[in-house]
């Protein structure tokens, strides 16, 4: 695809961004220029917020906060990326991460901002439909006043040039239109090294190991080949490599120019997350020495405790057998809690193993549901086992497949309600050359707008949080993870106060085989 002018390719990319871009007279503080996407963030005009300023966009409370930075990087006393609450015309506040730099246009100083909103990611779908519409809108009206279009390119041009991420553009076959100062300076390459050069062969993303990502898994080609906006987190592992041959992990944003239906192109947007992936790294390295800390007197509390119920102290009467009881169910309630948190850990530092043997996937799920017996009793609840005759030994490590049901099981008895139905299953797919494990219950279900959290760590859906405060919200990530990382898979259906239907497929191949130093409690 052949864009018609360097202008069009601007002004595009100007409003394609999913980040807002808003230009400020350092004089003034009143904003000079504003794209799309601020606008939407914001909720005003690009005519309503060209009356507008800094003092407009931010909580009265924070404004002297907000007014001392904007002091600081109009002195260029610092810059770079401040996390910041921003107000939207109907009052109502968000976080964003703005990252701001100086530019001189006209003789002029003007501080750009770039705004991420933090606070709620799931509009990028939305917002590709508006980059759609922007995008057929720049066409229609290449036939403005030449005068008018050049001395827009040549503000949108200046703006692009001084975003503070790395930002690329492609045509729809991945070849490089447009890098800004920022990308060559991440990359170590300059413009005319990359300009014309295919972004798949050029351009090398590994993972943590080293090792190249697969073509059909980089973003740019997941957005190309669905038509929609496709972004990384700081938990992805990718990394890219510079001229010098040197490494950096990386969050992106793909977004695909649409027109017609069809992608014509990509925007690129990326930032070094190196710092993010420290400090995650310092914060599970402490949440996992601390929790090494707390087993020991946790172990003490339960030991001594379970002497003092068992008579060894003396007998105890009936109250206070009543106040040990509960000091014995609080503690290992902090028991499991550590557990789950030194398996975080484990998991996010890469250190937990995965040792896979001949293993009775029947006896496994047996022993788990003798495990839930009591609770399953004492609510009454109508519980169905069925097990296929004909399921194989497959090699599998039984400790994490024994976490992975009773994971799913003990949260199916805890959130169905007396007298409710819990059904479990295993059986061959032939198909998928898997064992089917499937769980269903009919209790309170998942919100259909929460379901998409489902496996995120410590995420509890509201309407269970306020039936059981004792979760950790921890389960389904552990879970989650070893499946991912044992080349299983899990997913699941749910209807709120139908029930939920968990589905783990477990490759008659087996589990992989992880190196590691620990097992998972």
Known sequence: MKFQSSEALYKIIFNTINDGILLTDLETQKFYISNKTICKMLGYSPKELKNLGVA???????????????????????GGTKSLPVKRKDGSIFYADINTSIITLDRKNYLIGIFRDVTDREQMEKDLENASIAAQNVFEDLSTEKSKVEMARAKEEAILMSIGDGLIATDEKGNIMLINKTAEK???KKKEEIIGKNFFEDIIIKNEKGAPIPLEKRPMSMALATGTTTTTTTGTAYYYKQKDKTMFPVAIT????????????TIEIFRDITREKEIDKVKTEF???ASHQLRTPLSTVSWYTEMLLAGDAGKLNKGQKKYLDEVYHGNQRMVELVNSLLDVSRIEL?????????????????????EQKLQIEQKKITFSPTFETNIPPIQADPKLLHIVMQ???SNAVKYTPEKGKIGLSLVLDNKKKAVLLKISDTGYGIPKDQQDKIFNKLFRANNVREKDAEGTGLGLYIVKAIMDQS???????S?????????????????KKKEGIKMLE
């Open 186 to 188: 991440l990359l170590g």
């Open 287 to 289: 949440v996992s020495l």
């Open 487 to 493: 080349g299983g898979s899990i997913w699941f259906s």
């Open 495 to 511: 209807k709120i106060n139908k029930g939920t239907t968990f589905y783990v497929t477990l490759p008659l191949t087996g589990m």
């Open 254 to 265: 793909v977004t695909p120019i649409i027109l017609d239906g069809k992608a014509i192109g």
């Open 350 to 370: 890469g250190t937990f193993l995965i040792d896979p043997k001949p293993t009775n996937v029947v006896k496994i799920a047996q022993s788990v549901i003798n």
């Open 56 to 78: 407009d966009i931010h909580p009265k409370k924070d404004l002297p906060y907000v007014m001392n930075m904007f002091k600081k990087q109009a002195r260029r006393e610092i």
């Open 407 to 409: 994971n799913i099981l």
